[in-house]
């Protein structure tokens, strides 16, 4: 008789239960074991033309590194996934890998994707914890020195590969730490902090410099750097710009953007109070405004403070939220309510200026607008009020000023991020690449550290054959 | 690790100044200009001014006023010990031009603030009135240095027990009675920077006033900063910190600034429990 190969489904992987998680920060999924992720990489067909690597912004050879899991070469496995991606513990966590590399899967079209993200995090993870974090050889110093302006994932990205061709690399991060959005964005309790300074502190073993404190363009300009004898800057200073709702009552005291927010809990350590000294309002009603990642991070943020309700109020439906489903999914198993086609008008306070009540208009969608996306449309006469003692405003975040404004030689495009090119992220002053949300607006982590990539290859070219 | 290279108390304590190493901010400071410094790892960031700088030395002055948590840990603080970090300069500088007459008004400690402003007006040939006020004559600081960096400098105290008995809003309306002032520079806490516009108002004389806002990262990134001037928002950390006081909403920035008062207090009380237990 014929053997029947059971199908194996897609492993789910074991996570803090909702009631319990929603109180604390710590991560929320716990990893597979490695059965699991031996189990869970046998589902593998190990395509010839795999459609998942494309769906990867930097083409990892993902049949490749799961090969290795399944027949238990964690080690090799490992040293696959690092050819092309310097941060595999981050973007297993963090990638939208439904509509990129799990979107991309074979399996996916009829069935279940292959789990890529988290079969890339099991070998990170297991990597670090089993201490085998190895250096690889360094290459004889050119002599040549790059500086690195922001220290989120695209600058991390170029400072690793431009020190592994053997260049001296300085990165100048504005805020006290190095890691961008992965450290004063993303919460603990999707990304812990622990991981993202065990990547940092392997990037310093590999002889990468940190200035941390250092806003460029206030206290050094680009100019400057070339005449402190650095040869090429990359420029990775993301979209910190926090956009506003510019209705009445928006700086009542309980009135955050999400940067504010997230900052204060996620680098600052609010959420330790009193033991850090960084306050934050603990809301016990709170809104949040808008309905992508960021959104989806502050709601949870503020359920875990302790808060009674929360509410995403957000003007378009469900189906426009762009928040990854998994955060979405997330977040309503934590309590927080949906308040869909409903747009925030006006935010009032008591006599000391704090926030006690937000007053919101239903909205319909009418006729799809530039995006592609059914406008919403206000009903007319449909007002209505909430308590509330806190909001976290989150519709998106633009091009900060703060450099570019300063280096008129960087041409900027109408909405003020830096123009690049598409391969190399070569600008328009000599000598300078940029990459990452500065370039692009809001994108993902994995996108900003392609953006590095490429600009790291050019820029090593510029180093030793010119512009 | 700034390093702190000198320490001395004014003002009976109130208020304490510091010399601390900071050699790249100290290079491209200029009037006007803040840090944002965090003292230890479990700290806050606060922006304070630089008070003055050496380029030379590599150093930057702050005075600080002691007012909570943050401030009295610094002046728990010696020489040799150090800061954990310091970053600048941010904000704009003050835009400093010849105008012709300038009444540059201070409270508390708002003079240090103010005192680079008032040196560099005069060093572009400016005639700079100084008025310097405080409660009372203990808790006045920087009398000689005003008096130098300014064309004329009085004092003034509110119980008459230093200089003339009563507000520098009251000096600074007999010299725009008598005379033409082509621009006033108001510095201190808020209600008495509300209070110099008020008087500058009806002369429709050009009045600059430093928004002591709440900040985080002073890079114009979370908004933690805002203010209304003219109706709309600004953030004070790179829109500002001066703005036109007469534009300026100082009942928002007041409330704003009480924001966090009780969780203040209660890291307040945390400090001095520890502080007393040791
Ligand atoms: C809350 C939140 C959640 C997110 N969740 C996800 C997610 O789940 N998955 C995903 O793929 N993406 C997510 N994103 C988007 C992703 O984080 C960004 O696209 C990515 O971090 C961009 O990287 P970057 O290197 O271009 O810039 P950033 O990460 O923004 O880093 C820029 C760095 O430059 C520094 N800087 C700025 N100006 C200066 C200056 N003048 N001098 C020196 N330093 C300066 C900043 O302090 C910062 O550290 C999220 C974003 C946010 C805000
Ligand atoms: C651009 C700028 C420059 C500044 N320069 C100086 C300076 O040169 N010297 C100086 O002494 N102070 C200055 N300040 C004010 C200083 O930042 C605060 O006094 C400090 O943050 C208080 O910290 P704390 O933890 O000791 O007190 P907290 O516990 O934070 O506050 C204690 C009390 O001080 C009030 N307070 C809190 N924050 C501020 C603030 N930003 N401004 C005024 N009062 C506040 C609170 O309402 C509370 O009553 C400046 C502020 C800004 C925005
Ligand atoms: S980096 Fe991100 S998109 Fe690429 S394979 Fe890994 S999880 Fe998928
Ligand atoms: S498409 Fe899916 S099944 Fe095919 S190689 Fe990639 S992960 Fe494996
Ligand atoms: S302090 Fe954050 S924007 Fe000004």
């Known amino acids: 008789m014929a053997e029947v190969k059971e199908k194996v489904p897609r492993q789910k992987m074991p996570e803090q239960d909702p009631g319990v998680r929603k109180r604390n920060f710590k991560e929320v999924p716990l990893g597979y074991p490695a059965e699991t992720a031996i189990l869970e990489a046998g589902r593998c067909l190990q395509c010839k033309t795999p459609g998942c690597s494309k769906g990867c912004p930097v083409g990892i050879d993902i049949p490749g590194f799961i090969k290795e899991i399944a027949s238990k070469n964690f080690e090799a496995g490992i040293a696959k996934l690092k050819e092309q991606n310097a941060l595999p513990a981050v973007c297993g966590r963090v990638c939208p890998q439904e509509s990129q590399c799990e979107g991309g899967c074979i399996l996916g079209k009829k069935g279940e994707s292959v789990a890529i993200g988290r079969l890339e995090r099991f070998l990170a993870d297991w990597e670090r914890n089993e201490g085998k974090v190895k250096l690889p050889n360094i290459p004889a110093p050119t002599g040549k020195r790059v500086a690195v302006v922001g220290s989120g994932p695209s600058g991390l990205t170029v400072a690793g590969d431009l020190c592994l061709k053997g260049h001296d690399v300085t990165v100048f991060e504005a805020f006290h730490k190095p890691g961008g959005v992965l450290l004063y964005g993303i919460p603990e309790f999707r990304l812990p902090k622990d991981i993202l300074f065990a990547e940092i502190n392997y990037l310093e073993r590999l002889g990468v410099k940190f200035e941390v404190n250092s806003v460029v363009?206030?206290?050094?300009?680009?100019?400057?750097?070339?005449?402190?004898?650095?040869?090429?800057?990359?420029?990775?200073?993301?979209?910190?710009?926090?956009?506003?709702?510019?209705?009445?009552?928006?700086?009542?005291?309980?009135?955050?953007?999400?940067?504010?927010?997230?900052?204060?809990?996620?680098?600052?350590?609010?959420?330790?109070?009193?033991?850090?000294?960084?306050?934050?309002?603990?809301?016990?009603?709170?809104?949040?405004?808008?309905?992508?990642?960021?959104?989806?991070?502050?709601?949870?943020?503020?359920?875990?403070?302790?808060?009674?309700?929360?509410?995403?109020?957000?003007?378009?439906?469900?189906?426009?939220?762009?928040?990854?489903?998994?955060?979405?999914?997330?977040?309503?198993?934590?309590?927080?309510?949906?308040?869909?086609?409903?747009?925030?008008?006006?935010?009032?306070?008591?006599?000391?200026?704090?926030?006690?009540?937000?007053?919101?208009?239903?909205?319909?969608?009418?006729?799809?607008?530039?995006?592609?996306?059914?406008?919403?449309?206000?009903?007319?006469?449909?007002?209505?009020?909430?308590?509330?003692?806190?909001?976290?405003?989150?519709?998106?975040?633009g091009a900060n000023p703060l450099l570019t404004s300063t280096t008129p030689a960087l041409s900027l495009n109408k909405r003020g991020y830096i123009v690049a090119q598409a391969e190399t992220g070569k600008t328009t002053m000599k000598g300078v690449w940029a990459g990452g949300d500065i370039v692009t607006g809001m994108a993902t982590v994995i996108q900003a550290m392609g953006a590095g990539k490429q600009a790291a290859a050019s820029m090593h070219a510029y180093l030793t054959m010119g512009w | 690790m700034y390093k702190i290279l000198s320490k001395r108390e004014l003002a009976q304590g109130t208020v304490v100044e510091n010399v601390i190493s900071a050699p790249r901010i100290a290079k491209k400071a200029k009037p006007g200009q803040f840090v944002i410094l965090r003292v230890n790892e479990t700290g806050e960031r606060i922006p304070l001014t630089m008070a003055d700088t050496d380029p030379d030395?590599?150093?930057?002055?702050?005075?600080?006023?002691?007012?909570?948590?943050?401030?009295?840990?610094?002046?728990?603080?010696?020489?040799?010990?150090?800061?954990?970090?310091?970053?600048?300069?941010?904000?704009?500088?003050?835009?400093?031009?010849?105008?012709?007459?300038?009444?540059?008004?201070?409270?508390?400690?708002?003079?240090?603030?103010?005192?680079?402003?008032?040196?560099?007006?005069?060093?572009?040939?400016?005639?700079?009135?100084?008025?310097?006020?405080?409660?009372?004559?203990?808790?006045?600081?920087?009398?000689?240095?005003?008096?130098?960096?300014?064309?004329?400098?009085?004092?003034?105290?509110?119980?008459?027990?230093?200089?003339?008995?009563?507000?520098?809003?009251?000096?600074?309306?007999?010299?725009?009675?008598?005379?033409?002032?082509?621009?006033?520079?108001?510095?201190?806490?808020?209600?008495?920077?509300?209070?110099?516009?008020?008087?500058?108002?009806?002369?429709?004389?050009?009045?600059?006033?430093?928004?002591?806002?709440?900040?985080?990262?002073?890079?114009?990134?979370?908004?933690?900063?805002?203010?209304?001037?003219?109706?709309?928002?600004?953030?004070?950390?790179?829109?500002?910190?001066?703005?036109?006081?007469?534009?300026?909403?100082?009942?928002?920035?007041?409330?704003?600034?009480r924001g966090y008062s009780d969780m203040e207090r209660q890291s307040m009380e945390l400090f001095e429990h520890k502080c007393s237990c040791k």
Do not use: W
């Open chain 1, 217 to 397: 363009g206030k206290v050094v300009s680009l100019e400057e750097l070339f005449a402190e004898g650095y040869q090429a800057i990359y420029v990775a200073v993301g979209a910190g710009l926090p956009y506003f709702l510019g209705v009445p009552g928006e700086n009542l005291i309980g009135v955050y953007s999400a940067n504010e927010y997230l900052t204060r809990s996620n680098l600052m350590k609010a959420y330790l109070f009193p033991e850090y000294d960084t306050p934050l309002v603990r809301g016990k009603n709170v809104i949040v405004v808008g309905a992508g990642n960021v959104a989806m991070d502050s709601a949870r943020t503020a359920m875990r403070m302790g808060a009674d309700t929360v509410k995403i109020v957000y003007r378009r439906s469900r189906e426009e939220m762009p928040a990854r489903a998994e955060e979405i999914h997330h977040a309503e198993e934590e309590g927080i309510e949906l308040f869909l086609l409903t747009n925030p008008v006006r935010f009032m306070g008591d006599a000391d200026g704090r926030l006690t009540t937000v007053e919101c208009q239903k909205m319909e969608l009418g006729e799809p607008d530039a995006s592609g996306r059914r406008r919403p449309v206000p009903i007319e006469g449909a007002f209505f009020t909430m308590p509330t003692d806190l909001a976290v405003i989150s519709v998106g975040a």
């Open chain 2, 57 to 257: 030395k590599g150093t930057i002055t702050l005075i600080y006023q002691v007012v909570g948590k943050t401030t009295a840990l610094m002046k728990s603080l010696g020489v040799g010990d150090g800061y954990q970090d310091i970053a600048g300069p941010l904000g704009k500088p003050t835009h400093i031009e010849k105008v012709g007459t300038v009444v540059c008004i201070g409270g508390g400690t708002g003079i240090a603030v103010l005192h680079p402003i008032t040196r560099a007006l005069k060093e572009a040939g400016n005639k700079v009135y100084a008025l310097c006020g405080a409660r009372t004559k203990d808790l006045l600081i920087m009398e000689d240095a005003m008096a130098a960096a300014s064309t004329e400098c009085t004092l003034c105290t509110d119980d008459g027990s230093c200089g003339y008995h009563g507000f520098g809003t009251d000096l600074l309306k007999q010299i725009l009675d008598r005379e033409k002032v082509d621009l006033v520079v108001g510095i201190g806490p808020v209600p008495m920077m509300k209070f110099v516009c008020a008087v500058t108002k009806p002369y429709n004389v050009k009045t600059l006033v430093s928004l002591n806002a709440i900040m985080v990262d002073g890079t114009g990134m979370c908004g933690c900063c805002r203010a209304t001037v003219g109706g709309k928002t600004q953030f004070a950390c790179v829109d500002g910190p001066e703005f036109d006081g007469h534009q300026v909403d100082f009942d928002e920035l007041a409330k704003r600034l």
